[in-house]
T-cell receptor, first 110, second 114 residues
Framework: AQRVTQPEKLLSVFKGAPVELKCNYS??????LFWYVQYSRQRLQLLLR??SRESIKGFTADLNKGETSFHLKKPFAQEEDSAMYYC????????????FGQGTRLTINP | DGGITQSPKYLFRKEGQNVTLSCEQN?????MYWYRQDPGQGLRLIYY???????QKGDIAEGYSVSREKKESFPLTVTSAQKNPTAFYLC?????????????FGPGTRLTVT
């Protein structure tokens, strides 16, 4: 069965420091991986997807199939990055059956 | 704030009663989804639909039912058979036919059953 693990429920870093949110998955095939974010009083929204290989709001994530990881990184954290972050996996069967991790609440301290 | 709307924001019911949560979208998306969110567990898929008049069970469909009579609407009924119905429910929609499409989420409905 597919599974997504985000080992940190809470993560706190200082403004300007690097941040890394960990995501590990278990799936034998070639999954689609996503990061979704929920800012305070806003809806859950897509941050980035691995297939796009893009940087959004300074965040990047690289799919490491050998380590089955899709960690989210940003070199210099900003206060507006404080939010709840969810890693999600789609087994890639054509349907969008997302499997979400438990989420990591990121707090950026001034 | 259009896109996907869910109503009501808060819902209270007595144990043993069925309750229906509303989800409407004006994004012209073919696919719609229902998730349940519990503290510390992330989101879990209840049901999804890729086209009108068709839907499939997700990972935790027991005690829930859905219908998809219109493209814009995907109501979720929480039945009395659902053993632990108190939760936050999120509806989402996306384009269909591709596994990397973005899902757009509604604001959610918090259901409390006592």
């Amino acid at each position: 069965a597919q599974r997504v693990t985000q080992p940190e429920k809470l993560l706190s870093v200082f403004k300007g420091a690097p941040v890394e949110l960990k995501c590990n998955y278990s799936y034998s095939g070639s999954p689609e991986l996503f990061w979704y974010v929920q800012y305070s009083r806003q809806r859950l929204q897509l941050l980035l997807r691995h297939i796009s290989r893009e940087s959004i709001k300074g965040f990047t994530a690289d799919l490491n199939k050998g380590e089955t990881s899709f960690h989210l990184k940003k070199p210099f954290a900003q206060e507006e990055d404080s939010a709840m972050y969810y890693c999600a996996l789609n087994p890639g069967t054509g349907a969008q059956k997302l499997v979400f991790g438990q989420g990591t609440r990121l707090t950026i301290n001034p | 704030d259009g896109g996907i709307t869910q109503s009501p924001k808060y819902l209270f019911r007595k144990e043993g009663q069925n309750v229906t949560l509303s989800c409407e979208q004006n994004l012209n998306h073919d696919a719609m989804y229902w998730y349940r969110q519990d503290p510390g567990q992330g989101l879990r898929l209840i049901y999804y639909s890729q086209i009108v008049n068709d839907f499939q069970k997700g990972d935790i469909a027991e005690g829930y039912s859905v219908s998809r009579e219109k493209k814009e609407s995907f109501p979720l009924t929480v039945t009395s058979a659902q053993k632990n119905p108190t939760a936050f429910y999120l509806c989402a929609s996306s384009l269909a036919g591709g596994s990397s499409y973005e899902q757009y989420f509604g604001p959610g409905t918090r259901l409390t059953v006592t």
